[in-house]
């Protein structure tokens, strides 16, 4: 993206009813909107039905009771039995009231990434069906979708913003939150990956959902491997070399360390271990930002690479074994589950002494 990028969309606030009508017709153009906005005003009518029946039933006999005492018709005592509806009823009325409110800001921020989009000549969607992509967090789990979306118009392909994904079930069930980035490149490349060091869990383990061979990991020169693990596929230490030149690491340090880096294929992935704050500029502008250091230098560094196993350019492959990394295990959670099993049965076998 060679362009300038405006980010005072990002900064304006917008009037109620220009909230409103963005809200509404993005749920028109949802999958089941119209059902949405059809249940939404049916919700509004439950609550205030229940609204009304919560003040007949227990605000009316309240208001008399606190009259009745404050003309002594009433012993103090009594006051006592109106404390406790007293307190309750702010409480629900702020909670009830936060959430409105927490709702109509999102509504806001969305509001403002759409007129960015505008701004840039991007396409903003606040929800959108899950994408094909062959990157490791992709393909995964069920109701899988992405939220606050961006995508190019034209030029080069560019895509970013949230995705989840739901795995499990029951009380074992869990949402899994992702901030991504997808460059296009031009040329197909061999499966790499960068792990970030500073987003990793516990023993240094991994926070990607994937775990790969360990025999496939590539020390780099400098202090890169401080900030990354480099995976590789066999026989492509070389290829990697190609790519990952001392100008590009350092692009890597500089402007994506918190990040997991993926190449895989013609794209190149950007991961965050968490989703991207709405409507946040300094956000989009670090992303922009990788996508004109980072991207761009992988773009001009990748440009005639060939892999020399199909030794055709106009191929534009990579030979079957550097298409993907080797999947590993987690070591980290295998000891987890070992030590879970031990205690279990430590306590199982105290229980029969």
Not at 29 to 53: C, N, Y
Not at 132 to 152: E, N
Not at 252 to 263: G, K, M, Y
Not at 272 to 289: D, I, K
Request: charged residues 20%; glycine residues 8%; proline residues 6%.
């Amino acid at each position: 993206m060679d362009r300038t990028i405006d980010y005072m969309p990002l900064f304006a606030e917008p009037r109620p009813d220009e909230v409103a009508a963005f809200r509404r017709d993005t749920l028109a153009t949802q999958p089941g909107g119209s059902g949405m906005q059809a249940i939404r005003v049916v919700g509004w009518v439950i609550g205030g039905l229940m609204a009304l029946t919560f003040g007949l039933v227990f605000l009316v006999p309240l208001v008399g009771l606190l009259a009745g005492v404050l003309s002594g018709e009433f012993d103090v005592v009594e006051l006592l039995g109106i404390i406790p509806p007293l307190v309750i009823i702010p409480i629900i009325a702020v909670v009830i009231g936060r959430g409105v409110l927490s709702r109509r800001h999102d509504w806001a921020k969305r509001w403002r990434m759409a007129r960015f989009a505008d701004a840039n000549g991007l396409l903003f969607s606040a929800l959108s069906p899950p994408p094909s992509y062959p990157g490791a967090i992709f393909a995964l789990g069920s109701s899988r979708k992405v939220t606050d979306h961006f995508r190019t118009a034209d030029d080069r392909y560019l895509d970013f913003g949230n995705y989840q994904y739901t795995t499990g079930s029951g009380k074992n069930r869990t949402t899994h939150h992702w901030g991504f980035l997808a460059l296009q490149l031009d040329r197909t490349l061999p499966h790499m990956l960068l792990d970030s060091r500073a987003n990793n869990g516990i023993f240094g383990s991994t926070n990607l959902p994937a775990a790969f061979a360990r025999d496939q990991v590539l020390s780099l020169e400098g202090d890169f491997n401080e900030h990354f693990t480099l995976y590789c596929p066999k026989e492509y230490e070389r290829d990697a070399l190609y790519v990952f030149t001392p100008d590009l690491m350092a692009l890597l340090i500089d402007e994506a360390a918190p990040f997991d880096v993926e190449i895989v294929d013609r794209w190149m992935f950007v991961y965050s271990a968490r989703a991207f704050p709405l409507a946040e500029p300094s956000v989009y502008q670090r992303l922009l930002t990788i996508v004109t250091t980072v991207g761009a230098k992988t773009l001009t560094q990748t440009d005639r690479y060939v892999d020399e196993r199909v030794g055709e350019f106009a191929a534009n492959m990579v030979a079957p074994e550097g298409r993907r990394l080797r999947r590993g295990v987690s070591w980290v959670g295998i000891a987890i589950v070992v030590g879970f099993l031990a205690l279990w049965f430590s306590g199982v076998f105290s229980s029969f002494r």
